[in-house]
């Protein structure tokens, strides 16, 4: 499955979108139920440390849909920050 990304006020890296392609594509393995990803990537201004924003929604027919949003130093720790999170969702929307 590929995720839908956007970057927000500026152009993303080839390294990049296939790091979150490969993220995406692993927990939508893991979890059948997800159908879709939508990840918006923003540099939070000031120009500082830990200004990289993520935010991360996947949608899980017939559940709500969910979402994480993450700030870190890089866009793939955020990334990764957001799909710790949503994976725990995973987990309670699995077993409820």
Do not use: G
């Amino acid at each position: 499955m590929e995720a839908k990304i956007k970057a927000i006020h500026f152009d993303i890296t080839d390294k990049l979108t296939s790091f979150i392609n490969k993220k995406i594509d692993k927990i939508s393995r893991r979890f059948e139920a997800v159908t879709e990803a939508e990840v918006t990537l923003k540099v939070v201004k000031p120009e500082t440390a830990m200004n990289k924003e993520a935010s991360v929604k996947l949608m899980v027919p017939p559940a709500a849909d969910l979402f994480a949003s993450k700030t870190a130093d890089t866009f793939e720790e955020a990334i990764d920050l957001c799909l710790e999170a949503l994976e725990s969702q995973l987990e309670k929307n699995k077993n409820s």
